[in-house]
């Protein structure tokens, strides 16, 4: 923790992070005399970015300049702070200098903004787009050369075709092939998990879509039904092995079942496509070969 210099000096630094989108969280402040004697008045704003890290360093020189903030689109916080500076300029009359983002030598590009004499922000960037990013195995939001099935019950047609377009949306524009989806149709909810699993027992798919709508006023033992489709899905992928991505829709009524489907809140076949896009690659890669086994191309014989 570095104190800023002066009273004005916090107020420009809290109005250039506000600008930035920083969320001000609660601060503290107390008065010169305080019960405890504290000498002079003092206050402390903090600043919250969604995703935060503390460095330590050790043997380098201290960075110039001190007050340096990470950030992951450069050129974009260049373009915003450029914009307020002169926004600044016109509405205060203050001035403020702002270099070009340029190399540094950390494999970095930094900018910094000199607000006042010796009141200077850096801004930079890592060059590694592996920097600071947490260690994890991620699936790959690419569906190219891998084989889905989708099963789509036809009970509740209007919602559940919907679902069908949003989940082969995902698909084809993941990059699979056409002639690498399959769509089996099956008469309701009821009769997901025996065809799910069918297909994915046949090896010849790297994911399966279940899409299926139960709407709990019309369907007589709801609770009963979705109980048995949820653990048929759920048990057809842990015991096969193959990710199912499940697309059944639970509602209370047509008109929040359509909603679901596309009309007002995005569409639950869509995603239920992008699941399982994401985890036929992490199942991929999580094999010991990192290959996955229904690759098209192998199934093609090529
Ligand atoms: C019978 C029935 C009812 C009442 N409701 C639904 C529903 O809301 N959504 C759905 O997908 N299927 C429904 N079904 C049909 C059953 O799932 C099943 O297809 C039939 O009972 C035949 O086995």
Not at 38 to 67: D, H, Q, T
Not at 179 to 189: F, H, S
Not at 212 to 231: D, F, K, M, S
Request: a negative charge.
């Amino acid at each position: 923790m570095v104190p800023v210099a002066s009273e004005a000096d916090f107020a420009q630094l809290a109005e250039l992070l506000e600008a930035l989108g920083f969320e001000r969280g609660r601060g503290w402040s107390y008065d010169a005399g305080a019960a405890d004697l504290r000498e002079s008045a003092a206050k402390g704003a903090p600043f919250m970015a969604p995703l935060g890290n503390l460095e330590l360093v050790y043997g380098r020189r201290p960075a110039e300049p001190p007050l340096l903030i990470e950030v992951t689109a450069l050129d974009q916080i260049h373009a915003t702070v450029k914009a307020w500076l002169i926004n600044r300029r016109r509405s205060k009359g203050v001035g403020g200098e702002i270099s070009e983002p340029a190399l540094t030598d950390w494999n970095a590009r930094l900018f910094s903004v000199e607000l006042d004499p010796g009141l200077s922000v850096g801004f930079w960037q890592s060059e590694n787009p592996l920097h600071n990013r947490p260690v994890a195995v991620e699936g790959d939001l690419s569906a190219a050369g891998r084989r889905f099935a989708i099963v789509a019950a036809r009970w509740n047609a209007v919602i559940t075709d919907r679902l069908l377009q949003g989940a082969l949306d995902a698909l084809l524009r993941s990059g699979c092939a056409r002639k690498d989806i399959e769509i089996v149709r099956v008469p309701g909810a009821w009769e997901i998990p025996s065809a799910a699993r069918t297909l994915a027992e046949s090896g010849r798919f790297a994911a399966i879509v279940t899409l299926g709508v139960l709407l709990r006023g019309e369907t007589a033992h709801y609770e009963a039904i979705y109980n048995e489709v949820a653990r048929g899905i759920g048990q057809s992928q842990q015991e096969t092995g193959v990710p199912h991505a499940f697309g059944v829709l639970t509602c209370e009524t047509l008109e929040q079942a359509l909603d679901r489907a596309g009309v007002k809140s995005g569409n639950k076949g869509f995603e239920a496509g992008i699941a399982a896009i994401e985890m036929a690659s992490l199942q991929a890669k999580l094999q010991p070969e990192g290959r996955a086994s229904s690759a098209s191309a192998v199934e093609a014989g090529s």
